[in-house]
């Protein structure tokens, strides 16, 4: 038993620390659903302002919400599900973004229950050619209050990042054992169907 306590121990920050410093981002394939008339899609809703012809989001697809991509393929219209189900309830998306001609960013957030309020930012980093994705923590602010519901503690990280060419740049303010789900800095770049840390 006690070999398993001291595993666990050992395991716990390891496990955190990977998921702070990762060597590489790999991209997942989107889950394909199947494909749409033209009147389907006209009683779709946009999630994103890019005002492009050929693919768009919504974030309601029949009796699903989440995040879908509808992309016109070979003349059809197919539509692809981001399941952000997965990072849990209380997630919101707040925004869409160029990054370049090949990456789309989607700001995520949850709002996880617990005994401090917490906010935490995942980027979805979406490659149009290929209809994959990866994701990074870019936020975290976790906040505890006293029994007099003031705040005791707070805490704050920020990623900021950029795209050029094949290479992605992150900027992050996360401070070493802070404990926050923020990505630190480091420059990646893109090597078939994957970001490698390069620094």
């Known amino acids: 038993m006690k070999t398993i306590f001291y595993i ?17 981002l790999e991209f997942n394939p989107l889950t394909f659903i199947g494909n749409i008339s033209d009147n389907e899609i006209k009683s779709l809703v946009k999630a ?15 009796n699903d919400f989440g ?3 509808v992309k016109k393929e070979n003349e059809n ?16 998306i707040k925004g869409i973004k160029y990054k370049n001609n090949r990456f789309i ?3 995520v957030f949850r709002f996880p ?20 994705w990866t994701d990074f923590y870019n936020y975290n602010q976790v906040e505890c209050y006293n029994e007099s519901a003031e705040v005791s503690s707070s ?5 900021n990042f950029s795209i050029k060419d094949d290479f992605l740049k992150m900027k992050s303010s996360k401070k070493p054992d802070d404990g926050l ?19």
Do not use: H, M, R
């Not at 197919?78 to 997630?91: A, I, L, P, Q």
């Open 105 to 107: 960013s989607i700001q």
């Open 77 to 92: 219209w197919s539509v692809y599900d981001f399941e952000t189900k997965n990072y849990g309830s209380n997630t919101i």
């Open 48 to 62: 994103d302002s890019l005002s492009k012809k050929d693919f768009f989001f919504t974030e309601q697809y029949k």
């Open 8 to 24: 666990f121990v050992i395991l716990i920050p390891y496990i955190g620390w990977c998921q702070n410093n990762p060597d590489i």
């Open 155 to 159: 805490s704050e990280c920020e990623v």
């Open 67 to 69: 995040l879908f991509l």
């Open 113 to 132: 229950s617990g005994t401090c309020a917490s906010t935490y930012g995942i980027i979805i980093l979406f490659d149009l050619i290929n209809n994959e």
């Open 181 to 199: 789900y923020c990505f630190e800095s480091g420059t990646y770049k893109y090597e078939k169907g994957k970001f490698v840390k390069t620094e």
